[in-house]
């Protein structure tokens, strides 16, 4: 799904050599990324909408998809806190 460009913000990117989409879709997918559990589940449409917002959001969900996971004591102050919407830090 991630390598299908989907989304609006930073098509351009894609095919632009130097930026982050251009090098992360250049890089082989490692893991369908997972979405954090909340009490309100993300419906498909919130998700997509979520992610064709910004640039940013592109971005994250690629590197989440080319990127390992980084242990507990490596992640980022949103992730230790449970925040954000992916399962994993990277």
Same mark, same amino acid.
């Given at each position: +799904?991630?390598?299908?460009?989907?989304? =609006? #913000?930073?098509?351009?990117? $894609?095919?632009?050599?130097?930026?982050?989409? !251009?090098? %992360?879709?250049?890089?082989?997918?490692?893991?369908? &990324? +997972?979405?954090?559990?909340?009490?309100? &589940?993300? =419906?498909?449409?919130? $998700?997509?909408? /979520?992610?064709? %917002?910004?640039?940013? !959001?592109?971005?994250?969900? /690629?590197?989440?998809?080319? =990127?390992? =996971?980084? &242990?507990?004591?490596? +992640?980022?102050?949103?992730?230790? #806190?449970?925040?954000? &919407?992916? !399962?994993?830090?990277?």
């Amino acid at each position: +799904m991630v390598k299908q460009h989907l989304w =609006s #913000r930073g098509k351009k990117d $894609f095919s632009v050599t130097g930026t982050l989409l !251009n090098r %992360l879709n250049a890089t082989e997918a490692k893991r369908e &990324p +997972m979405l954090r559990v909340r009490k309100e &589940p993300w =419906s498909g449409e919130q $998700f997509d909408k /979520h992610v064709g %917002l910004r640039r940013a !959001n592109t971005e994250a969900l /690629h590197a989440q998809a080319v =990127s390992v =996971s980084l &242990p507990h004591d490596q +992640m980022c102050r949103n992730c230790q #806190r449970g925040e954000g &919407p992916y !399962n994993a830090c990277v």
